[in-house]
């Protein structure tokens, strides 16, 4: 696959400050671009000064506020843009809004709303937006089972029982992640003005930027943590997709990167390292951390027989650097790092 020439480009991170998002921004600086990160509240000096005090930030970021329930707050931020990444997602319901009766319909309408302003904006000429593994469970249409293998053909079923899901939280979630992905796929930008792309990420681990430990690194090291509501999450991962999908940080951001730098791209791409089970995590922890205890309803389950299929973006080029055990390693060092074990 041909990359584009490697000239400095200017980019737009929504939900900037986010765990996905402060790592992109602060790799994106540091590869010389300039962006334009949106947050929700710019008083919010934690946030604001994290991001300001990367490296080339004085001179390379702006920061702008929108909110996902004013969706035409990002016109601003996007203008002038050459790409957009959109990575910030409502996790619960603004109860300020009248507008949009969930976190779904406010996904939805951001996605629109981004779309449109991508085209109207000339300039920008791919939309990457950061999805989720949760949107494409191997179950098979009719719930009789999971396929053989999980790849980008997969999408979940929304007609599993209510029941299925342990939380609303859960269920809104996945509704939200799998009908925005395909809002943005099935957008039809005519004459190829605008290109999108859709990277349904597996759980994230690994390091942060944050001062904080990010939900999603939280829920990966929930069973070395013995916390029981995050590890209700990721059983739930495990049950929707027969096994839990795992990226680290760092190859999270390169793939986003790497879906800017193409020369062309399009459609919808997995991006997973590896494919373990709840069972191999708290092996791991138990063969090579024996000093941290791991309560007897943390020790996990095997999976199903599912296979990973998901060839694409490696197909087009893209290599991971980081296999489960770095994951489990480096997530457990940041999380040391912070006390979390103390
Ligand atoms: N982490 C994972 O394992 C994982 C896996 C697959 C996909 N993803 C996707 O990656 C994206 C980022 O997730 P994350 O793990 O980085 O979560 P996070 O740390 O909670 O970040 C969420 C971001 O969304 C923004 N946000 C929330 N509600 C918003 C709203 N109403 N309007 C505008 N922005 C809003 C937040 O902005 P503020 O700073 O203003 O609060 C924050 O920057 C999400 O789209 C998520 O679905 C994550």
Redesign the pocket.
Known sequence: MEEQDSRHRTVCV????????SSLVKKLLEKGHTVHA????LD?HS?VGLLKNFPEANTKLRLFK????NPDEFNLAIQGCDFVFH??????N?TQSSQYKDTTK?AVA?VESIVKTCLRSGTVKRLIY?????AASPWKEDGSGFKDSMDESCWTPLDLPNNYYRSNFLKD?TFS?TIAEKKLLNYECKENKLELVSL??????GDTV?SYI???LG?LMSQPLNDPNSYQSLEFLQELLGKVPIVHIDDVCEAHIFCMDQWSLQGRFLCASDFITTKEVADYFCRYHPDICIADEFLGRHGSTVRWGSTKLNDVGFKHSYDAKLIFEDSFQCLRKMGAFE
């Open positions: 929504t939900g900037g400050a986010g765990y996905i998002g949106t947050l929700r509240n919010d946030k929108a909110d996902i329930y990575v910030a997602t409502p996790f619960q603004s406010a951001s950061t999805a989720s593994v949760m979630y992640k349904a990420c597996g759980l994230v681990g944050l990010p939900a999603s829920c």
